[in-house]
T-cell receptor
Framework: SAVISQKPSRDICQRGTSLTIQCQVDSQVTMMFWYRQQPGQSLTLIATANQGSEATYESGFVIDKFPISRPNLTFSTLTVSNMSPEDSSIYLC???????????FGEGSRLTVL | AQSVTQPDIHITVSEGASLELRCNYS??????LFWYVQSPGQGLQLLLKYFSGDTLVQGIKGFEAEFKRSQSSFNLRKPSVHWSDAAEYFCAVGDDAGGTSYGKLTFGQGTILTVHP
């Protein structure tokens, strides 16, 4: 299994500002994924972050709004830019474990935008 | 596109009673299926997964799930619920294309389980 730490665990932000969420994994992993869980909703994949290349975004998500960095095999950041109340969500970092297809999740970062 | 439906938004059971959470999926090929649990303030924890083989899979915490291709279902069961099982449960389907696709899961809406003493 993988231990995933996210910072911050929660934050309250003002409209128009940006927030960067950090994800640290206790082992080297090739693929990291960022998911969003809006209030009362299910999880939706934002993007795939691979080390050494640009992130791959899912339909409905763009790099200008959710820039992602992946400087090494144990760390990634997701920035939520120019926030609006609609961005209030839990953002979860996840990684693929050594067992094929097993996805491990961090505890999430709960973001509230006023 | 694949999709997952969890028909029950909220289920309440008494402690010690049996439990079945429903999950239906829509996917053209053989799906990879998962059940995750999310306790308040916690991240998601994998309960069990189905890739191939025996259609009845055993997971952690006494949970099991049965893959029924004819019904496009992957229902989660537990014979006797404990108060600590109160949480939200998510069914998810993965693409069998491999590689990066293993991390691209489509989740259901979730079922909130309440356990009465």
């Amino acid at each position: 299994s993988a231990v995933i730490s996210q910072k911050p665990s929660r934050d309250i932000c003002q409209r128009g500002t940006s927030l960067t969420i950090q994800c640290q994994v206790d082992s080297q992993v090739t693929m990291m994924f960022w998911y969003r869980q809006q209030p009362g909703q299910s999880l939706t994949l934002i993007a795939t972050a691979n080390q050494g290349s640009e992130a791959t975004y899912e339909s409905g998500f763009v790099i200008d709004k959710f820039p992602i960095s992946r400087p090494n095999l144990t760390f990634s950041t997701l920035t939520v830019s120019n926030m609006s109340p609609e961005d209030s969500s839990i953002y979860l970092c996840s990684v693929l474990g050594t067992s094929t297809g097993e996805l491990f999740f961090g505890e999430g970062s709960r973001l509230t935008v006023l | 596109a694949q999709s997952v439906t969890q028909p029950d938004i909220h289920i309440t059971v008494s402690e010690g009673a049996s439990l079945e959470l429903r999950c239906n999926y829509s996917y053209g090929a053989t799906p990879y299926l998962f059940w995750y649990v999310q306790s308040p303030g916690q991240g998601l924890q994998l309960l069990l997964k189905y890739f191939s083989g025996d259609t009845l899979v055993q997971g952690i915490k006494g949970f099991e799930a049965e893959f029924k291709r004819s019904q496009s279902s992957f229902n989660l069961r537990k014979p006797s619920v404990h108060w600590s099982d109160a949480a939200e449960y998510f069914c998810a389907v993965g693409d069998d294309a491999g590689g990066t696709s293993y991390g691209k899961l489509t989740f259901g809406q979730g079922t909130i389980l309440t356990v009465h003493p």
